[in-house]
């Protein structure tokens, strides 16, 4: 069914975020172009396994922070199936960045399972800038862990607190 011109063209651009880079930030801006309205989401399930550096909280106000100028996102949190968020907020897709192969067969599966749960809703999939595809919140924090420099990697506010944290 073609979109209806009158809705508002919602989609969540859900993920960990523990903490946001500037891998996310670009695929971010360039989803803001694409929908009405973009709802960057933050997975806060204590039902997996790897334990956050960051709290939700602190997750949420770091892309806050970083997303301030685009006027037409907003940052939430979610603890359900991506699918069923994605229906309760009324977006009608899911954007995800694609980085390496490895991303590739990851996403495939996730959109089988999502496809087999909500045929309904679509996902999209940006591909990683050049000068953005082998950065991930783990490498940055790895780095950040032996006193390495990120701040070409993630926002200067982010930077600061890595440092802080890993410090610890
Ligand atoms: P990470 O894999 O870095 O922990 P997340 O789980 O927070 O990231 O990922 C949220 C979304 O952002 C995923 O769709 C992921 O593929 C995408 N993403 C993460 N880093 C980048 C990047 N550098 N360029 C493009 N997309 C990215």
């Given at each position: 069914m073609p979109p209806d011109p009158a809705k508002p063209h919602i989609a969540v651009c859900p993920g960990?975020?523990?903490?946001?880079t500037k891998g996310h930030v670009d695929i971010i801006t360039r989803a803001s172009e694409i929908f009405d309205e973009l709802i960057v989401t933050v997975i806060n399930a204590s039902v997996r396994k790897d334990r956050a550096l960051f709290t939700a909280e602190e997750r949420v106000g770091f892309i806050q922070d970083a997303t301030a100028?685009?006027?037409n996102v907003r940052v939430d949190t979610f603890d359900v199936l991506i699918v069923e968020y994605a229906r309760r907020v009324g977006a009608s897709a899911i954007v995800k960045g694609l980085r390496a192969i490895s991303d590739f067969e990851y996403e495939l599966e996730m959109n089988q399972l999502n496809r087999h749960l909500a045929g309904d809703i679509e996902s999209v999939y940006l591909m990683a800038s050049p000068q953005y595809s082998f950065l991930s919140s783990s490498g940055v924090k790895e780095i950040a862990t032996f006193g390495g420099d990120v701040s070409d990697l993630v926002p200067d506010e982010v930077a600061k607190r890595l440092k802080e944290a890993l410090a610890r």
């Open positions: 960990s975020y523990d903490p946001i100028h685009l006027t």
